[in-house]
């Protein structure tokens, strides 16, 4: 069995994976409260064995976090836990970027999906709003966008009239009240900003995309957007899957 996980600016998301591919038990948790109680609180949840260990295997943006998590795993499988760019990904996909740079759940996200036929946009609406090209098999970079939640919290936090707001689809455009219209702002705002920078990257690549959408708020503009949309909240975890086969 394979423990795989996702460690973000927010939220960590751990999986237990067998040999065929098959999840099967997921674990969540805040990323800036790991500690090794947490872990070993969580974990319990997740694997009784962990001699049952074969492969670990993160994509992490939060370097301290994951260091947490593999001294802790490392400890207890007695295996190596892998950083996802740890790896050689060239026989996956073709990287043209500054590796350096580029965030490995981003490089995940990208390999989950890259093949020989399509090309993909991938919207990822997590703590930033991140937009990645797959062209066939090669990642040619992308857009980073302030993200939603982020950039709600912070305007309530910096405008002493504007109170905490729960973001939903709204119709109109003209709010008649404060939260009607920062909703209207965030919704058809964010609604722009994505359809305008979809049709950018088409126009500058002239290409075709699929445009993948995951993520928390991926539901909210399912039905908003005019460029035709496919969920999948699964995208790095299949990503993961995939990466873990160059372990050996």
């Known amino acids: 069995m394979y423990i795989l996980g996702d460690i973000g600016n927010s939220v960590t998301k751990v999986f237990l994976v067998n040999s065929k591919n098959k999840i099967l038990k997921n674990i969540n948790f805040p990323s800036k409260t790991i500690s090794n109680q947490i ?28 260091n947490l998590v593999k001294k802790f795993l490392s400890k207890k ?24 740079q580029v ?8 390999i989950s999906l890259s093949n ?24 040619k970079g992308g857009v980073i966008a ?7 919290n912070t305007l309530s936090d910096k405008a002493t009239l504007i109170p ?13 009240d404060t939260i009607s219209a920062v909703r209207s702002g965030f919704f058809w705002g964010y609604s722009g900003l994505i ?6 990257i088409k126009k500058e690549t002239r290409k075709s995309f699929k445009l993948i ?27 993961l899957i995939k990466i873990s086969k160059l372990i050996n």
């Open 146 to 152: 302030p993200g939603i939640k982020i950039s709600l």
């Open 164 to 176: 905490k707001i729960n973001l939903k689809k709204i119709n109109k455009v003209v709010g008649n």
């Open 116 to 139: 020989d036929k399509h090309n993909y946009i991938i919207l990822d609406f997590g703590t930033a709003t991140t937009f990645d090209v797959v062209i066939k098999k090669t990642y």
């Open 77 to 100: 499988t007695k295996k190596k836990c892998y950083e996802v760019k740890d790896l050689k990904l060239k026989s996956l996909i073709n990287i043209n970027v500054n590796y350096h």
């Open 213 to 239: 959408v995951t993520g928390g708020l991926s539901d909210l503009f399912q039905k908003s957007l005019k460029n035709k949309i496919i969920q999948n909240k699964n995208i790095t975890i299949k990503g």
């Open 39 to 66: 872990l070993n609180s969580k974990f319990k949840s997740l694997i009784r064995d962990f001699a049952l260990i074969d492969k670990v295997l993160f994509c992490s943006v939060v370097p301290n976090s994951f």
């Open 103 to 110: 965030g490995s759940d981003r490089l995940t996200n990208a």
């Open 195 to 200: 359809d305008n920078i979809v049709n950018l």
